[in-house]
């Protein structure tokens, strides 16, 4: 006990330490801290660290953020939120970062948002789709780059709705983001559909699901269309249990997020056709500011991006323009800065808004296809952000009071 | 009618799955009493092999030799982990190899990355099994034909090398009583391994057959192996039919579950895991475990309370820590209060674990509701957060004492999975009621009123509690309870007949544990101003485990000297590098080499090997002789 004692203090003399060499260097460098589950979800955060790298590297070699060389450091959180916590605290109180960015999973986002929020520090949410994030839950420092739940599930509603399906099935994964994503688009599509009836639903646990009873459990309730929201290793177990089974025949499917290359890519061969799906289809997209970003992308990396890398990417170019804008560190500033503020990024420009500090940056919206033993997105269009959001009066509600 | 032939169909598919791995794990702890947590990596590399292989060699042949060789490479590997790992540590205290193998199973995680690459993998279907099967207009995929005709194959050729073969005896006998087998002159070395490899075969086959249907991904082992010990559990340790039957009486019930409760198979196995063990204590074909022929006392250094000058130097010591908010910063601080936090949480699972022999494996449990008591009196009730400090354990307290008095009546490994079983319960009752805890968004904002809020002053607080805490749990180890408590630990009949009430004694540890637990719970509520199912979860559970096991089980103070270290180091390399899952499980392994009883349990070991040799104590000496 006695010694275990020392090694405490000799740990925290080290600690303490480090952090006083660091911030002799401040001076001549602005820091973003950033914080994701790197070791948890490495398919989703291996591109989107490659996005933001080629963020940090474009910018600096464009003079950085008023002379200051832009670094961001970045932690991991190993899918916890108690992890994040401790990462978040590292970087504000010991690296001293100018403000946090980052994060993949809601309830991570959700940690850090009130971290910051406690903290008084400015907080730039990248992935977390949950809503509550910006309205339930928000507060004033903290801003969200990813379109949320809300967002795609009206994106998809208003194809769902043009399809003759009155039967509807859901199967997501049981936890906040799957329960939050049906309920939102059971009530934007009763609101187009009153004829819908939803027949049946099944909840798997997220990444254990038995995918066999599930299919089966779907299909004999005989839906004429099927909501889907798991992805993932869970999602490729449902489609091949699916498509052995007959599931997907003569059935309409709408699906979150599987045109993301990410979900869609470990499909191969197997990929269903017709599905309805939000996603990004890379290589169809022809606009100078993709192409501009697709080429320094594919020059630096050799291959091609995922959706994260299109989130990193914009998550340190969004950071780098409200602090360019508020020339400052500091939060109030950072805060003033980035409401409102317009940004142009690989889909066009898209801005902050100060009303729930939800970015205006939108998705695809396509049905998937087989070409050449892989699947991908086809008929797409890109719906903007700011088209599929609550009106004001309504965002008003929805957000506590400060 | 045709739909439930087929979900039953499909269940039983399932089941065999499930059954190729259980029975490897089975067979394992059944003869080397090994609890081996790295048999879902196994499980993992059998598939990401396989993946490899059938991807190089196409064909028929190509697949199904495919999986068969990825399974003897995986067996190879788990030989090779045998005798390097394992072999240098069966005498280590009962547990210390399940440090072992969680240390691997945390670099095969990193490793298969490393290797495979962070996608997930969709490997091909198996030749001529591509298709379905109609069955009165449902469809039954034919590789789930040939999944539910290879359980019941793999079970008879199991049952015939167990009941017709001369190692197969041997396998039995060991399993019923392996000293015995021992005597006899069997070479246990290589009944061990043997063993082994035949259950990392069997879990790697599994892995293997899952590639038609799965995606090979990291994260395979740990979606695997809780269900496969609540399979084995539920069957009976070390009884291959009961592991069989448990698995398709689980697969069943959660093809048909769904259709009544769709949200049923996250907590399902561990309903009826719960359900069974309270009815048939040892699992439904496992027999009552041959009681342990070494008495447990003798193994460790007689326990004894500090010398004066020993507790003069915990003081120091403890002012010394009280002193890091004069050199420390803010995260050195918030760091040092995490680390003060678990060490309170360590503390209260070493006391059951240590004192009380019982080996909880859902400890989290009584932390997260502590945790879960602050945040609900904070959020809902608004009470000030000193009241809510000394409430919130009580929820703990509560927890432990209704869910102790069920698992006092098991022991061993049946009572490790039962506290398992009830940590999952409230873990998602934590994550469904949505309504109340805010499901897997937790509740947030419950940070500390200004007295507290500056970080010193929190850990000011935090080391306050634990010291208070840790020197509590020690007096009582050296009260008259904790003397009642060893007794009945390390022999059940003679405390017994002293007439010491043996289950009521274990009974109270187990509510003092889950309520120390829960002053660590509430402490940590406050210091990350939100709480969440995870901190319920069985990885906090397994880092408690870890704590304990590295600081040395037999001691009185290792848990500190284990919280400390595993806390400080999985923050610090958590911070610096993205590998910190291959680090620190190689770290562990390494401990586990070097340290064979625990950090402070080899320190002692050396003191007292010193101290005997100058004042040539012929009884101390004896007993330390025993205990190598």
């Known amino acids: 006990?006695?010694?275990?004692?020392?090694?405490?203090?000799?740990?925290?003399?080290?600690?303490?330490?480090?952090?006083?060499?660091?911030?002799?260097?401040?001076?001549?460098?602005?820091?973003?801290?950033?914080?994701?589950?790197?070791?948890?979800?490495?398919?989703?955060?291996?591109?989107?660290?490659?996005?933001?790298?080629?963020?940090?590297?474009?910018?600096?070699?464009?003079?950085?953020?008023?002379?200051?060389?832009?670094?961001?450091?970045?932690?991991?959180?190993?899918?916890?939120?108690?992890?994040?916590?401790?990462?978040?605290?590292?970087?504000?109180?010991?690296?001293?970062?100018?403000?946090?960015?980052?994060?993949?999973?809601?309830?991570?986002?959700?940690?850090?948002?009130?971290?910051?929020?406690?903290?008084?520090?400015?907080?730039?949410?990248?992935?977390?789709?949950?809503?509550?994030?910006?309205?339930?839950?928000?507060?004033?420092?903290?801003?969200?780059?990813?379109?949320?739940?809300?967002?795609?599930?009206?994106?998809?509603?208003?194809?769902?709705?043009?399809?003759?399906?009155?039967?509807?099935?859901?199967?997501?994964?049981?936890?906040?983001?799957?329960?939050?994503?049906?309920?939102?688009?059971?009530?934007?599509m009763s609101e187009k559909r009153p004829d819908i009836v939803w027949v049946d639903e099944q909840w798997p646990p997220q990444g254990k699901i038995d995918a066999g009873p599930v299919v089966q459990a779907v299909a004999a309730a005989n839906p004429e269309a099927i909501l889907n929201v798991t992805f993932g290793a869970d999602l490729v177990k449902l489609v091949r249990e699916g498509n052995t089974r007959g599931l997907f025949k003569d059935r309409s499917v709408v699906s979150f997020l599987t045109g993301e290359p990410e979900y869609l890519d470990p499909l191969k061969d197997e990929t269903p056709e017709g599905w309805i799906v939000t996603g990004y289809p890379w290589y169809s997209i022809k606009t100078p500011e993709h192409d501009a970003f697709l080429k320094a992308y594919q020059a630096k990396y050799n291959d091609y991006p995922r959706l994260g890398s299109i989130v990193g990417y914009e998550t340190i170019k969004s950071a780098a323009a409200i602090l360019t804008k508020a020339g400052s560190t500091d939060p109030e500033k950072l805060i003033a800065a980035a409401e409102g503020i317009a940004v142009p990024s690989p889909f066009g420009e898209i801005s902050f808004r100060k009303i729930d500090h939800q970015s205006t940056l939108g998705a695809f919206v396509g049905k998937t296809a087989l070409k050449d033993g892989k699947g991908i997105m086809v008929d797409t269009s890109y719906r903007k952000g700011a088209d599929y959001l609550p009106s004001d009066a309504e965002v008003e509600k929805l957000r506590p009071k400060e | 009618m045709a739909f439930y032939v087929v979900q039953f169909l499909t269940g039983l598919a399932s089941a065999a799955s499930l059954f190729l791995v259980a029975s490897g794990l089975s067979i394992i702890f059944g003869v080397t009493r090994i609890v081996n947590f790295a048999h879902g990596a196994f499980y993992m590399l059998g598939a990401y092999v396989a993946f490899t292989l059938t991807e190089r060699f196409s064909g028929a042949l190509g697949f199904w030799g495919g999986?068969?060789?990825?399974?003897?490479?995986?067996?190879?590997?788990?030989?090779?982990?045998?005798?390097?790992?394992?072999?240098?540590?069966?005498?280590?205290?009962?547990?210390?190899?399940?440090?072992?193998?969680?240390?691997?199973?945390?670099?095969?995680?990193?490793?298969?990355?490393?290797?495979?690459?962070?996608?997930?993998?969709?490997?091909?279907?198996?030749?001529?099994?591509?298709?379905?099967?109609?069955?009165?207009?449902?469809?039954?995929?034919?590789?789930?034909?040939?999944?539910?005709?290879?359980?019941?194959?793999?079970?008879?050729?199991?049952?015939?090398?167990?009941?017709?073969?001369?190692?197969?005896?041997?396998?039995?006998?060991?399993?019923?009583?392996?000293?015995?087998?021992?005597?006899?002159?069997?070479?246990?070395?290589?009944?061990?391994?043997?063993?082994?490899?035949?259950?990392?075969?069997?879990?790697?086959?599994?892995?293997?057959?899952?590639?038609?249907?799965?995606?090979?991904?990291?994260?395979?082992?740990?979606?695997?192996?809780?269900?496969?010990?609540?399979?084995?559990?539920?069957?009976?340790?070390?009884?291959?039919?009961?592991?069989?039957?448990?698995?398709?009486?689980?697969?069943?019930?959660?093809?048909?579950?769904?259709?009544?409760?769709?949200?049923?198979?996250?907590?399902?196995?561990?309903?009826?895991?719960?359900?069974?063990?309270?009815?048939?204590?040892?699992?439904?074909?496992?027999?009552?475990?041959?009681?342990?022929?070494?008495?447990?006392?003798?193994t460790v250094n007689p326990w004894r309370p500090l010398t004066s000058g020993e507790r003069l130097a915990a003081m120091v010591a403890l002012i010394v820590a009280a002193a890091l908010p004069l050199v420390g910063g803010n995260y050195a601080l918030t760091v040092g209060s995490?680390?003060?936090?678990?060490?309170?949480?360590?503390?209260?699972?070493?006391?059951?674990?240590?004192?009380?022999?019982?080996?909880?494996?859902?400890?989290?449990?009584?932390?997260?509701?502590?945790?879960?008591?602050?945040?609900?009196?904070?959020?809902?009730?608004?009470?000030?957060?000193?009241?809510?400090?000394?409430?919130?354990?009580?929820?703990?307290?509560?927890?432990?004492?209704?869910?102790?008095?069920?698992?006092?009546?098991?022991?061993?490994?049946?009572?490790?999975?039962?506290?398992?079983?009830?940590?999952?319960?409230?873990?998602?009752?934590?994550?469904?009621?949505?309504?109340?805890?805010?499901?897997?968004?937790?509740?947030?904002?419950?940070?500390?009123?200004?007295?507290?809020?500056?970080?010193?002053?929190?850990?000011?607080?935090?080391?306050?509690?634990?010291?208070?805490?840790?020197?509590?749990?020690?007096?009582?180890?050296?009260?008259?309870?904790?003397?009642?408590?060893?007794?009945?630990?390390?022999?059940?009949?003679r405390s017994e007949a002293i007439g010491i009430n043996g289950k009521r004694i274990q009974w109270t540890a187990f509510v003092i544990a889950g309520t120390a637990a829960g002053i660590a719970g509430a402490l940590f509520a406050y210091l990350k101003g939100s709480v969440f199912p995870d901190n319920l979860g069985i990885s906090l559970s397994v880092d408690a485990l870890v704590m304990v096991l590295l600081g040395g089980v037999e001691t009185v103070s290792g848990a500190v000297v284990g919280a400390i270290v595993y806390k400080a180091l999985n923050i610090w390399l958590v911070s610096q590098t993205d590998l910190s899952k291959l680090v620190l499980g190689g770290f562990i392994v390494l401990i586990v080499v070097a340290f064979p009883k625990g950090i402070v349990g080899v320190l002692e070991t050396i003191r007292n090997r010193r101290r005997s040799a100058s004042s040539k104590s012929a009884l101390v000496t004896s007993r330390i002789e025993t205990a190598e």
């Open chain 1, 1 to 188: 006990m006695r010694a275990s004692r020392y090694y405490f203090l000799g740990a925290g003399l080290a600690i303490a330490l480090s952090g006083m060499a660091n911030s002799a260097m401040a001076q001549s460098e602005i820091k973003i801290g950033e914080i994701n589950s790197y070791s948890l979800l490495p398919a989703f955060t291996d591109p989107y660290r490659k996005g933001w790298q080629l963020a940090v590297e474009e910018i600096n070699a464009a003079g950085g953020i008023g002379g200051k060389k832009l670094v961001v450091v970045s932690k991991d959180d190993g899918g916890k939120p108690a992890d994040a916590q401790t990462a978040a605290n590292e970087l504000v109180s010991s690296e001293n970062v100018a403000m946090l960015t980052g994060t993949f999973l809601s309830n991570i986002g959700l940690a850090v948002s009130d971290f910051a929020k406690e903290k008084k520090v400015f907080f730039l949410a990248a992935e977390p789709l949950t809503d509550a994030i910006t309205w339930a839950k928000g507060n004033r420092y903290t801003f969200r780059l990813r379109p949320s739940n809300y967002m795609q599930a009206a994106m998809l509603v208003e194809e769902a709705a043009k399809l003759p399906a009155k039967r509807w099935a859901t199967i997501a994964p049981n936890y906040e983001y799957g329960q939050s994503a049906v309920a939102v688009f059971k009530k934007l």
């Open chain 2, 338 to 493: 995490e680390v003060a936090i678990f060490v309170i949480f360590a503390a209260s699972l070493h006391f059951l674990m240590s004192v009380g022999g019982l080996a909880s494996f859902g400890h989290a449990a009584y932390f997260g509701l502590g945790a879960y008591g602050v945040a609900l009196l904070a959020k809902m009730a608004g009470l000030p957060m000193i009241v809510c400090l000394l409430l919130g354990p009580l929820l703990g307290c509560v927890g432990a004492a209704v869910f102790g008095f069920f698992a006092v009546q098991l022991s061993g490994v049946y009572f490790a999975m039962l506290t398992l079983a009830f940590a999952q319960i409230v873990w998602s009752i934590a994550f469904q009621w949505v309504a109340v805890t805010g499901g897997d968004n937790g509740i947030l904002g419950v940070w500390p009123e200004k007295w507290v809020s500056s970080a010193s002053h929190f850990y000011w607080l935090s080391l306050g509690v634990a010291a208070l805490v840790v020197a509590a749990l020690r007096v009582m180890v050296f009260s008259p309870f904790g003397f009642a408590l060893r007794a009945t630990r390390d022999s059940p009949l």
């Open chain 2, 67 to 298: 999986m068969v060789v990825a399974a003897l490479v995986v067996a190879a590997v788990g030989v090779l982990v045998e005798m390097v790992l394992l072999r240098r540590i069966y005498h280590s205290p009962e547990l210390f190899q399940l440090l072992a193998t969680f240390g691997l199973t945390l670099m095969v995680e990193d490793l298969v990355v490393l290797i495979w690459g962070p996608n997930d993998l969709l490997g091909r279907r198996a030749p001529g099994l591509k298709g379905a099967v109609d069955f009165f207009g449902q469809n039954i995929p034919s590789y789930d034909l040939f999944l539910i005709v290879l359980g019941p194959v793999v079970l008879g050729i199991l049952w015939l090398l167990f009941q017709r073969t001369r190692w197969g005896i041997l396998v039995r006998a060991a399993t019923q009583d392996r000293d015995m087998v021992a005597a006899l002159g069997v070479n246990q070395k290589w009944l061990f391994t043997s063993v082994f490899a035949v259950g990392v075969f069997l879990a790697a086959l599994g892995g293997a057959l899952q590639i038609p249907r799965d995606a090979v991904n990291h994260a395979m082992d740990l979606r695997i192996i809780v269900d496969v010990f609540v399979v084995v559990v539920i069957g009976g340790l070390g009884s291959i039919i009961g592991a069989f039957v448990a698995a398709v009486l689980v697969s069943e019930l959660n093809a048909f579950g769904i259709l009544i409760f769709p949200k049923i198979s996250i907590i399902l196995v561990f309903l009826v895991m719960a359900a069974v063990l309270i009815v048939r204590p040892w699992g439904l074909f496992g027999k009552q475990e041959a009681a342990a022929r070494r008495t447990p006392g003798l």
